[in-house]
């Protein structure tokens, strides 16, 4: 089973631990920050800002599944995207990975 390890980020920032050292993630964590980056690379995350038609809003969900179910560590079909109907402009993706379980992002 091939180990995925990277950096951390949060909030677009590199975290460090208590003596100014980056931290780890390893797994389920750093694919899920992978896909997250791609997501926001691609150009499809900015796409959602503003945006109020159902049709388009649909369009773009379908395209960041696509990209996401597209990633060989990703079960092909097992990624959702859905509204946090608590937190407006929200969205969380989840996904099954092959050999880590199953991952969710926030968007």
Not at 15 to 36: F, N, T
Request: with cysteine.
């Amino acid at each position: 089973m091939q180990r995925y390890d990277d950096f951390l980020i949060e909030n677009g920032d590199l975290v460090l631990d208590a003596i100014g050292e980056p931290v780890l993630c390893r797994d389920r964590v750093s694919i899920g920050q992978d896909i997250k980056h791609r997501i926001i690379e691609s150009g499809l995350a900015l796409q959602f800002i503003d945006e109020r038609d159902a049709n388009t809003v649909a369009q773009i969900k379908n395209k960041i599944i696509m990209l996401v179910n597209n990633d060989t560590r990703i079960w092909p079909g097992t990624a959702r995207l859905l509204n946090d109907e608590r937190t407006p402009g929200v969205y969380w993706l989840t996904a099954t990975t092959r050999d880590y379980g199953t991952l969710e992002v926030a968007l």
